[in-house]
Every structure is written in structure tokens, then in C-alpha cells.
């Protein structure tokens, strides 16, 4: 499977990561390599065989639909590059 | 005092309740060989010292009214996947500076909880993606090991490449470490150490950062094996913030693992025999068959015949879930920012800044995988391979109790050796990413050396949740195979 330089920008804008011309290049040829070598899996037969959904299986675990944790805004947004009264702040994204 | 540090955990435990030393002497053992060493290795990213030394002195304090835990006054180094409280936690990223998580990973509060000693935090790929640990923002880490007469550096494997380069250079006791497709083995095997990957969901997931979650498991790096299953015993738990975390009873595995092996049996799975496997690794493996046989073990050759796609099958489901995983690296939250024009801007400098090249591939590959007209001819094709290969195991594991295969197809190479083709690199871990794949638990035990003087691994494979067995067999290859060389102290 080859992709083109069009389609690298594509999905890097998809997945919110800016690419030099130079980075797009590279990857359009790795990338491609790298498609090409999974695309071995179109050998498997996997007619009528299920997804993988979990390694083990298990069931799904309930509990009660209670407040656990929680109520400390100042430790949540410690972390924050900007941040004001425990808000995170962001470029204004409304006119 | 500095033959401390040669101590594994259960014979410096027995030392410290004798009270032939204190936690803080056996503390400060480490944190001088941690000084002396780490300049050259890179191993530790974050030592910590003052907090080694408190926590010590409070181990001793412990040990002294008799309410001694498991590791008490044990000193380990953390990988820096796992989330630490107050202290610095990176993944190796340049996207997560100086983020200090308000919360301890389960894993880590099971240590602490145990009397355990943080010695700092540990080197790793960034983000865990790697296999050779130069891809970290701090630097790559170097091995302990070299060639025999010849100073290349080489790699210490990854992505938990501090870990065991820590551990193989007596720069702490033990160390915790995690595997997404071979991560605690490969290493190990690269550095002479045991390295333990649990079924997925022995191991509580909760504060440890994701990259393919359901793949990720952790597990320890240490110098023995009863230090491997002594560190499983505390690093296991029920967890209800991980909803993977199996709730069932942690069995006693240093009591399995004084139960004989005779009558075992043990599968030999031919599709590990891959071209350009060198001919000293397949002696080895053949070596690994002969100790089996003399400890009254059976030998039965197996067919795993959808072995050759686990590779790809992961490197379809490991990107896709690392891209989902790390979109919330987005500048506002922690870490790095990088202002733009508007807000899609700024998410896209901060994370072209944030991220290494490594990890935008990956992040690339998985959303092109999951985008609009691919998910079924990619994703969902993986996932249903992955059945396959783990059909393969449940049939073999009808008829032979665990699996013998090496752990690497080659020991460890060269600085650079392999960066420039990301798929050669990936090749690495051909042998251990079907164990990911199928969530079955594997160990790593150290078994015998190349002929220049490298350490080589020997790979065992369980059924799930049957590390008991994993221990008890690692150790007839632990036995076997001796006391093999320490690497030589070039860091002075």
C-alpha cells in the first residue's frame, strides 16, 4: 500500500500534529513501507472468526452509580501550562 | 559495604531482618553506585536520593518493631512510565515536562505499601515505543554489557532500557518495567537479567501512562528468579480503577516454585525457527531442551502457524490505540505548549514539538488505520488475526504445559545500529509479540552467552494466569545454567 504526501498531511492534520515538508516526505515512503509489510495479513483467513475484543475474557464489572473520588479542582489543574481559578486556559475558540 | 548491592532482594531481606545492616546503609549502596555509574549509562533520568533515604529510615523503623513487608527496605528503580506522586514523571516525552502527578500508580502504592524504596526514575523509549531505548528525550541509555574485547556501546534493548540496565549494573535491587510486545523481555535478555510479563490483567494498568492498552501489562526486571516472583507477588493486585484487573486471588509464587518439573511438558514451537536466527541462538535453545530433558521434563514439538503475523497484527493494533491514547497530549492539561494562531494550532505545535519521530510515526500509522474506509481493511482485519494467533496457544496448551523459545533472535547491538530502518527495528521483538497479542504471560530468564561475550535469553511462555509454572521452569534454566559472568565495571 503506497500513500502520497497529500494523504500524510491529511491524517497528520487528523491527528493534530504539524509536519515539515521534509518530515511529510520521510514519512510518506516509511509509512508506505510499513503498510506494505502489514498488508502480509490479507494471507490469514479470517472468514467467520470474531475480533479479538479482550486477551482475557472476562465480564464486564458494574458498581454503583455513586461519587467515588473527586473535588479537588486545584490538584487537577496543577499540572497546567495556563490556568486561572482552576480553569484551564485555552486561544479563544468562539467569536 | 559495597558487596550490598550484589544482594538479591530475598538474601538482603533475610540480612536486613537479621539486622547485619539498615535499609539507609543498603540505601546509600546504591545511590554511590547510582553516582559513580549513571554518567556513563544513563540509566536513572531522576534520582532520588532525599526520598530514598527518608523512606529508608522509615523502613528501618519497621524492621525494628517487627512490622517488616515483603521488600522492606528494598531499594528499587522506577521506569518512568509509572506515575509517582509529586515527583516528576515523563515517559521520556519532551511532551509531559515537568508534569508532577497528583496520584501514585497502583503498581508503585503496592511497593511503597510493601516497605519498598524508591531509588528514582528510570530511562525508557519515549512513550514506551521502542526497542532499543534511544528514542528517549533524555538521552539514549546505555548497557552495561560490551563485547568482549571491543568498547562499542551498545544498546541496553527497550523500551525498558533503563530498567534493566539499572538492574544489571547493581544500580538498584530490582526494578519495575512494562510490556506492550516485549519491552521487560527483550531488554532482559539484551542485559542478562530476568524479565517478567504477567497475563494481561494480573497487573493493575491504573497510573501507569497508556500507549496500547490492551496490550500493556506490567511486570519487574530483577537478577533472579524467586526475586521476579517475590516482586510479582506485590506488584499484583484486584484494582477496581482498572476494569482489566482480573479480581482473583494472587497464588504464593515462591511456594510453586519449589515443585518439581518432571512430567511437565514442554512445547517447542517450530515457527520460532526464523531465517537469519543466528546459529548460537539456536544452540541455546537446543541447550534449553537438553536441561528440560534432564530434569525429567518432556519434549514435544508444537505448531503456532500464525506466528509470522503476529508482528504486523501488532504494528496495526499498537499504533491505533497509541494514537487514540496520546491525543490527550494537547497542551492544556500538562506538559508542553507551544502557542499558535488559534487553538488547532497550538495543539499542532505544541504535539510537532512534543512528540519524537518516533512516536508521530506511530501516532500516524494509527490514525491511518482507524480513519474513515481503512478501520475494516486494517483494524478490525488485526483484531481478527489476533483470534487466530491466539486460537494457536489455546490448542497448544491442551497438550504441553508451557512453551521454550530464545527470547531475541540476536544479543544486543550497536548505538545506531538499527535507527535508520524503523522496520529492522521492529524485528526485534519477533519472538515476544505474540505473547502480547494473545495477553499470555512470558518470562525472560538469562541463559547462556554469545560468542562475544553477551548475555542471551531464553523465553518461557504459560498459559494465563500460570506464572507458578513460569517460575518453576525458569528456574530449571536458572539452575542449568550456572553462575554466568557479571559485566565488567567500565564506568570506573
Known amino acids: 500500500m503506497q500513500i502520497n504526501e497529500e494523504t500524510v498531511r491529511k491524517i497528520a492534520h487528523l491527528a493534530r500534529v504539524k509536519v515539515t515538508s521534509e518530515e511529510a516526505k520521510a514519512l510518506e515512503s516509511e509509512l508506505s513501507t510499513i503498510l506494505t509489510w502489514v498488508g502480509e495479513l490479507d494471507e490469514v483467513d479470517t472468514d467467520d472468526v470474531e475480533p479479538m475484543t479482550s486477551a482475557v475474557e472476562t465480564a464486564m464489572k458494574m458498581r454503583e452509580d455513586e461519587v467515588t473520588d473527586g473535588g479537588y479542582a486545584q490538584r487537577v489543574t496543577k499540572n497546567a501550562p495556563m490556568s486561572e481559578d482552576n480553569f484551564f486556559v485555552v486561544p479563544k475558540v468562539v467569536e | ?492
Open chain 2, 1 to 492: 559495604m559495597s558487596d550490598l548491592i550484589d544482594l538479591t532482594i530475598v538474601e538482603a531481606r533475610e540480612g536486613l531482618d537479621n539486622g547485619d545492616f539498615s535499609s539507609q546503609e543498603y540505601t546509600q549502596a546504591h545511590l554511590d553506585e547510582i553516582e559513580k555509574a549513571n554518567k556513563a549509562l544513563n540509566a536513572f533520568i531522576l534520582p532520588t536520593p532525599e526520598k530514598a533515604l527518608n523512606m529508608a529510615k522509615a523502613s528501618d523503623e519497621r524492621i525494628g518493631k517487627g512490622e517488616a513487608g515483603l521488600l522492606e527496605g528494598v531499594p528499587l528503580g522506577i521506569k518512568d512510565l509509572f506515575c509517582t506522586k509529586d515527583v516528576r514523571t515523563t515517559a521520556c516525552s519532551h511532551i509531559l515536562d515537568g508534569f508532577e502527578p497528583p496520584y501514585e500508580s497502583t503498581v508503585t502504592s503496592n511497593l511503597w505499601d510493601a516497605g519498598a524504596v524508591m531509588l528514582g526514575k528510570l530511562n525508557l523509549d519515549e512513550f514506551a515505543m521502542g526497542s532499543s531505548n534511544e528514542t528517549s528525550f533524555y538521552g539514549p541509555c546505555i548497557n552495561p554489557w560490551r563485547r568482549d574485547g571491543d568498547d562499542t556501546q551498545l544498546v541496553p534493548g527497550g523500551s525498558s532500557g533503563g530498567s534493566a540496565s539499572a538492574v544489571a549494573a547493581h544500580l538498584c535491587a530490582a526494578a519495575t518495567a512494562t510490556d506492550t510486545g516485549g519491552s521487560i523481555r527483550q531488554p532482559a535478555a539484551f542485559t542478562g537479567t530476568v524479565g517478567l510479563k504477567p497475563t494481561y490483567g494480573r497487573v493493575s494498568r491504573w497510573g501507569i501512562v497508556a500507549f496500547a492498552s490492551s496490550l500493556d501489562q506490567a511486570g519487574p526486571i530483577t537478577r533472579s528468579v524467586e526475586d521476579s516472583a517475590l516482586m510479582l507477588q506485590v506488584m499484583a493486585s484486584h484494582d477496581q480503577k482498572d476494569t482489566t484487573c482480573v479480581d482473583r486471588p494472587v497464588p504464593d509464587y515462591r511456594a510453586a516454585m519449589g515443585e518439581k518439573v518432571k512430567g511437565l511438558t514442554i512445547g517447542i514451537p517450530k515457527e520460532y525457527r526464523v531465517e537469519g536466527m543466528g546459529q548460537e541462538i539456536e544452540d541455546l535453545w537446543q541447550q534449553g531442551i537438553e536441561w528440560f530433558k534432564e530434569a525429567g521434563a518432556r519434549i514435544k514439538e508444537v505448531s503456532l502457524p500464525h506466528t509470522k503475523y503476529a508482528l504486523p497484527a501488532y504494528y496495526i493494533v499498537a499504533p491505533a490505540e497509541a494514537s487514540s491514547n496520546l491525543a490527550r497530549y494537547d497542551g492544556v492539561k500538562y506538559g508542553l505548549r507551544v502557542e499558535g494562531d488559534d487553538i488547532i494550532s497550538m495543539y499542532e505545535n505544541s504535539r510537532a514539538e512534543g512528540f519524537g519521530a518516533e512516536v508521530k510515526r506511530r501516532i500516524l500509522m494509527g490514525t491511518y488505520v482507524l480513519s474513515a474506509g481503512y478501520y475494516d481493511a486494517y483494524y478490525l482485519k488485526a483484531q481478527k488475526v489476533r483470534t487466530r494467533i491466539k486460537q494457536d496457544f489455546d490448542a497448544v496448551f491442551q497438550d504441553v504445559d508451557v512453551l521454550l523459545t530464545p527470547t531475541t533472535p540476536s544479543p544486543a547491538f550497536a548505538m545506531g545500529e538499527k535507527t535508520g530502518d524503523p522496520l529492522e527495528m521492529y524485528l526485534n521483538d519477533i519472538f515476544t509479540v505474540t505473547v502480547n497479542m494473545a495477553g499470555l504471560p512470558g518470562i525472560s530468564v538469562p541463559a547462556g552467552q554469545s560468542s562475544t561475550g553477551l548475555p542471551l535469553g531464553l523465553q518461557l511462555i504459560g498459559k494465563p494466569f500460570d506464572e507458578g509454572t513460569l517460575f518453576k521452569t525458569a528456574k530449571v534454566i536458572e539452575e542449568a545454567a550456572g553462575d554466568l559472568p557479571e559485566p565488567e565495571k567500565w564506568w570506573g
